[in-house]
């Protein structure tokens, strides 16, 4: 996390993974029928001991191609919960209840391993911030329409966040 390098006053994770990239991807992948995880798993092990993989399965492709697997394997070396447990400034963590990519586990370790963090969780939000039925295909069809506005909900946490933060630094 570049806040953990740079002087930052605070620190907003929305929808931010509690694990490494690989296996987050592997946990995603977990629902599909079985035949991809049995071609993914042996592509995410090769991946997570830092080999390039030469031949990836056309399915996976898009996930897996050569052009991204070092930025994959780079990703992957950083800990979410470790990095977020090196920052010393408040921490807001935003995740959406009905976001279908990082669930509500991953904002949950991402809280336990910040020193001063406050979680919320919206209620309905997806993982484009906005508010999406629990159907996992109904609530992809949110992902492209950009009729649909930004949860209030999410702008109102970060505002009263940043006014805390602000009123807090300027208060000495």
Known sequence: MIASRLIADSFISIAGA?????????RQLSIQPPYVKSMSDPVIEKLKNKELVDSVPPLLNSLFNKTVQKYLIDASSY???????????PV????GSNDIQIEIKDAQLLHNAAKKSRIEIIQGMNHVF???PENRLLNMQTYGNPELPIDDSLVNLIVDFLMKIKIIIYSF
């Open 18 to 26: 509690g694990e490494d990239y690989l296996t987050l991807i592997q």
């Open 79 to 89: 800990d979410p919960k470790q990095e977020i447990s090196k920052l010393d400034i």
């Open 92 to 95: 807001l963590i935003v995740q």
């Open 130 to 132: 906005r508010q999406a």
